[in-house]
């Protein structure tokens, strides 16, 4: 009946995703410019879903017009939780009369911080996790520190429309 997107600047997705992959930068790149990009859900490899590059996944989304749809920032989240998250309780109301409930909003975001998530996943484990801690860092803009200049170049070229288009250049 819906569907909620969530996109994130590349340049942070690469450091994520090479470090949940395990794998370097350049390698991670050339996935993240792959439309045909498939991820293994099981060790066995048997499983295994589509991703597409980066611009395709978000465009893919962003073209998506059998449902109603919103489109956040993963930067927003982190940057104004409460205004972000009550757009998408708001979102979910409208589609499905998801009761909205301020103090349960304020509730919630303390509950998903990411150290909470950092500790649950500690305590608990996380599916995801294969490859060591998913909930990492859960920063933005790390790349301005971490990622090679060249590497940056590649990802504004590669990307540059849709990443324009979404206000991270």
Do not use: C
Not at 16 to 39: N, V
Not at 54 to 76: G, L
Not at 128 to 148: A, C, M, Q, T, V
């Amino acid at each position: 009946i819906g569907s909620i997107y969530l996109v994130r600047d590349p340049r942070d997705v690469i450091l994520s995703y090479s470090h949940h992959l395990e794998k370097s930068i350049e390698f991670t790149f050339k996935i993240m410019i792959d439309k045909f990009a498939r991820e293994k859900l099981d060790d066995r490899g048997k499983d295994e879903i589509l991703l597409g590059s980066w611009s395709e996944n978000y465009k893919s989304w962003r073209d998506y017009n059998s449902v109603k749809k919103i489109i956040i920032k993963y930067e927003d989240l982190i940057l104004n939780p409460y205004e972000n998250f009550f757009k998408i309780i708001n979102y979910l109301n409208k589609i499905n009369g998801l009761h909205i409930d301020e103090e349960m909003i304020k509730k919630s975001i303390k509950n998903v911080k990411f150290e909470k998530l950092q500790d649950l996943e500690k305590e608990f484990g996380f599916k995801e996790s294969s490859y060591g801690n998913f909930f990492r860092k859960g920063k933005i803009g790390n790349w301005e520190n971490e990622l090679d200049k060249k590497i940056v170049f590649k990802i504004e070229q590669s990307f540059n429309k849709e990443m324009k288009e979404l206000g991270y250049l």
